[in-house]
């Protein structure tokens, strides 16, 4: 398992916009599908979005598509998560995950991956 090192989170406005990171000082991303979750208080953890290796298939919730955006800088060994127009529910810990295969596997991810610190992202005004 990796563990990944996610950044970027703070206090937004409602309407605002952040981009969190996700990367590794010596894994590399480039290979492996990588997804984002986010847990708020007093609830479970849930998947926000996946992109995969090789094609960058990308996938989403419900709750965040047409507002947040996936995408990886393989250059950077980085994956963004470009959350706009952003809503108090959006209120959570975001992390990043993956379990080392091309493909996005949501439910693999949640029931597996090794978790780390996350961003805290808080919407208010």
């Known amino acids: 398992q990796v563990t990944l090192v996610e950044s970027g989170g703070g206090l937004v406005q409602p309407g605002g916009s952040l981009r969190l990171s996700c990367t590794h000082s010596e894994f590399t991303l480039e290979y492996y599908a990588i997804g984002w979750f986010r847990q708020a208080p007093g609830k479970e953890r849930e998947g926000v979005s996946c992109i995969s290796s090789s094609r960058g298939t990308t996938t989403y919730a419900d709750s965040v598509k047409g507002r947040f955006t996936i995408s990886r800088d393989n250059a950077k060994n980085t994956v963004f998560l470009q959350m706009n127009s952003l809503k108090p529910e959006d209120t959570a810990v975001y992390y990043c995950?993956?379990?080392?295969?091309?493909?996005?596997?949501?439910?693999?991810?949640?029931?597996?991956?090794?978790w780390g610190q996350g961003t805290q992202v808080t919407v208010s005004s």
């Open positions: 995950a993956t379990e080392l295969l091309p493909q996005c596997d949501i439910p693999l991810m949640m029931s597996s991956a090794s």
